[in-house]
């Protein structure tokens, strides 16, 4: 496949601290092609987020430790690459925005700075012209007079607008591919909705590649073409939009989507919103069989006893659910 | 406002705080056993008339707050008066010290600072790792040993056992070196005071340091410094210590007082002559007005002190404002 541009294998992310194991990622299997953009959906724990940071090799150190599987940028495995390789693919030809903009910023450098360190980092700019540049990156992000902004520092700067500067950080070296970490999760909902539609215009313009992690499915249905959906470190489901909007299969997906709250229909008698029982499994101490179980309402006998494999159902739409195989 | 501004209104904030602790101090010196005239009659036993001569002579027959009021109204002309025990003018007492001191504690300073902050990030960057382990127990036994003590150990080691360096003053008196050797023999008789300072509070900075900055080094901007491709040198020196830095310029600040504590001790260990052998000296011989001069000037000191540390902080810290 000549478009895709990241590809997971079998990816395992383990923590060990005192003597026990948090296998946080048990197996991801993804991959993004070109332009695209691919949600990534999963509640707190799932494992979403340490896929992410073990693309980048970003995972706290030295407990968290890739134990298996390869990624593969560019016909580069980053699983195994070496530390100066890594440092020069981040920021440059991967970057990553996070969930907090409010303290993703060094709050005692000027946000000029915070993003010409970047360009003089991996394009050797000067630099005078690596502030210049930082500029036009402020302009492009859509951040007003950005001659004065770039002299700022971020406690000067509102959630949104400091947003907006770690976007111009991230794509400031014109990377290939933007991991966006629950980008929006921390703003305002109008804010949210300004930020999503410069990160669109920003990817016509310039064809790179995003992973999106959210637990809003809201977002995903704007802004992806897939959906992987994860539960306990595993992919549960994993579909084109139109197909998991349509009919999602996995019973933890379909408690995702009946837990939206409707402005289309009027709310139930008792006004609860319908929500998955529960909590996500210890990851310390995961039970035989089917990570989602205890909380499915469907479970039957076999769930208990063996895992479900990640099967197709149609050319686009893999699941992990017996119900689904064979 | 203006950093000017703001320098003046501190600056006139110090004259409450001079006079309060000026007044505190009065009391507390003039409550203590003894008084000048015991010591300057001694064993001798001189009798009652000379005694009641000597005590009127200093104005000490007068109820204690006449007595503060007259030395508040001469500290104000700019008179610190005369030392009982030398008969010289205090402020000359003091300023002829001075340099003594300021040259011991700047150096401390500027050697337990620079080893305090390095040694706290080589613990940071890999904690619980042997070389951290090995910083820790090293930095937490010269701050449990009192200043003094520590001072005699080297001492003996170094001075008595090994004799390299020299144990008691500031020049070597009988050489009477001049010119760049003067410089020399100054540095080589400072070696010990200045390491027995630097041991004690090298420790405090180092802690500070390594704790700040492991907080620091959790926050989402050091992962976001991380994940621009930054060297690790790079995330640790420009991303986190400055951040780290805050607290431990505060604490500094604060213990400004404490610095100058270690100074008496370590001056009168080490024959040092500065402030803090005069500030002993002048306890024994209860000479009030050298006792009383000796405090205006360190709580100037520790205002000054407070005063370098809130600039610094507005330095290092945008967020922080004059107001």
Redesign the interface.
């Known amino acids: 496949m000549d478009d895709v541009l990241l590809n997971i294998e079998d990816l395992h992310t383990y923590f060990f601290v005192d003597d026990k194991v948090a296998k946080s990622v048990r197996g991801v299997d993804l991959s993004i092609g070109r332009g695209e953009t691919l949600g990534l959906v999963g509640e707190s724990g799932s494992g979403k987020s340490v896929t992410a940071q073990s693309i980048l090799r970003l995972i706290q150190q030295p407990a968290g430790r890739i134990v298996q599987g390869r990624i593969v940028f560019e016909g580069t495995d980053l699983a195994s690459a070496g530390e100066e390789e890594m440092r020069r693919i981040r920021g440059n030809r991967i970057s990553m925005i996070f969930q907090e903009p409010m303290t993703s910023l060094n709050p005692v450098l000027r946000i000029g700075e915070q993003i010409a360190e970047v360009v003089r980092l991996h394009r050797g700019l000067p630099p005078r012209e690596a502030l210049v540049y930082a500029t036009d990156m402020l302009a492009k992000v859509g951040i007003a007079d950005p001659a004065r902004r770039i002299a700022q520092f971020p406690h000067e700067l509102s959630g949104g607008m400091r947003q907006r500067v770690m976007i111009a950080i991230a794509l400031a070296c014109g990377p290939r591919m933007l991991i966006a970490d629950e980008p929006t999760t921390a703003l305002d909902v109008t804010i949210q909705a300004q930020i999503l539609e410069l990160m669109r215009s920003l990817q016509r313009d310039s064809g790179i590649s995003i992973l999106l992690i959210t637990h809003d499915l809201g977002v995903v249905a704007e802004m992806a073409q897939r959906v992987a959906v994860m539960y306990a470190g595993q992919i549960v489901e994993h579909a084109d939009v139109a197909s998991l909007f349509e009919q999602p299969l996995h019973p933890y997906t379909e408690g995702l989507m009946a837990s939206i709250p409707r402005m289309d229909e009027p709310p139930s008698p008792d006004r609860i919103l319908p929500a998955i029982a529960g909590m996500v499994p210890n990851i310390h101490d995961l039970p035989a069989g089917c990570a989602f179980q205890d909380r499915c309402p469907k479970v039957h006998e076999r769930c208990r006893l063996e895992e479900p494999p990640l099967s197709p159902v149609g050319t686009t739409h893999d699941v992990r659910c017996w119900l689904h195989v064979g | 406002m203006t950093v000017g501004f703001y320098l003046l209104q501190r600056l006139l904030y110090t004259v409450p705080l001079l006079l309060g602790a000026v007044t505190i101090v009065f009391v507390l010196v003039h409550l203590a056993p003894g008084n000048p005239v015991d010591y300057i009659i001694g064993e001798s036993g001189a009798d009652k008339e000379m005694i009641a001569r000597l005590t009127a002579e200093m104005g000490l027959d007068r109820p204690l707050y006449i007595q503060l009021l007259r030395y508040l109204g001469q500290v104000a002309s700019g008179n610190l008066g005369y030392s009982f025990a030398s008969n010289t003018p205090v402020l000359e007492l003091i300023l002829d010290r001075l340099p003594a001191t300021l040259l011991l504690m700047a150096s401390q300073l500027v050697f337990s600072i620079s080893l305090g902050v390095t040694l706290g990030v080589l613990s940071a960057r890999r904690p619980n790792s042997l070389l951290d382990n090995t910083i820790t127990v090293f930095s937490l036994a010269s701050f449990a040993i009192p200043v003094f003590w520590l001072g005699q150990l080297l001492i003996l080691g170094f001075g008595y056992y090994l004799d390299w360096l020299p144990i008691q003053g500031m020049v070597n008196l009988r050489a009477g070196y001049t010119g760049f050797d003067h410089v020399l023999d100054v540095a080589h008789h400072m070696i010990l005071p200045v390491l027995t300072l630097t041991l004690y509070n090298l420790a405090l900075i180092l802690r500070l340091t390594r704790g700040s900055l492991l907080e620091v080094v959790g ?3 050091i ?9 690790e040198n790079t995330v640790m020196i ?2 986190a210590l ?2 780290a830095l805050l607290p431990v310029v505060t604490v500094i600040g604060l213990e400004f007082r404490a610095l100058i504590a270690g100074a008496v001790l370590t001056e009168t260990v080490f024959a040092w002559p500065g402030l803090g052998r005069l500030t002993f000296d002048a306890i024994n011989a209860r000479d009030y007005p050298l006792l009383m001069g000796m405090f205006i000037f360190i709580s100037l000191l520790v205002a000054i002190g407070n005063l370098v540390t809130d600039l610094l902080y507005a330095l ?4 922080i404002r004059y107001q």
């Not at chain 2, 992962?223 to 060297?231: D, F, I, M, P, Y």
Request: charged residues 40%.
């Open positions: 926050q989402e901007y992962k976001v410094a991380r994940s621009k491709g930054l060297a420009k991303h400055r951040n290092l810290d945008p967020r």
